[in-house]
């Protein structure tokens, strides 16, 4: 079980990574709109990025947002770079372990 000091941080951090992983989409979202592609053509293609990046990890966490389930979001944010290890210096030891424990074993 994580500490609540942790939880508390990420219930704070996850919005926070969040909005900063959604500005890349929008970031991608202008080009395409700025694009010198016909109308029809930006529409599609703004159509299926959007639908392709809806199912990204950040809307669709594995377990329940909720401190016993923290550790596998933090995992998930983490296989899908939503997240990386610098993002969790303010966190304890346990959770900063884990994720590099993490980050280990995906490397193999």
């Known amino acids: 079980m994580s500490k609540e000091s942790d939880w508390k941080l990420f219930s704070k951090k996850y919005f926070e ?3 900063r ?13 700025d694009s010198d592609d016909t109308p029809i053509d930006k529409f599609v293609e703004l159509k299926e990025r959007i639908n392709k990046d809806s199912r990204a990890s950040v809307f669709r966490l594995p377990g329940r947002f909720s401190r016993n389930d923290m550790n596998l979001n933090i995992k998930a944010l983490l296989d899908t770079g939503v997240i990386t290890l610098d993002d969790l210096s303010e ?4 959770v ?3 994720a590099e424990f993490v980050m280990r074993n995906n490397s193999d």
């Not at 992983?21 to 395409?32: D, M, N, P, R, V």
């Not at 966190?91 to 346990?94: A, L, M, T, V």
């Open 21 to 33: 992983y959604l500005e890349q989409f929008i970031t991608e979202y202008k080009a395409i709109l």
């Open 96 to 98: 900063k372990d884990m």
């Open 91 to 94: 966190f304890s030891d346990e």
């Open 17 to 19: 990574w969040k909005n």
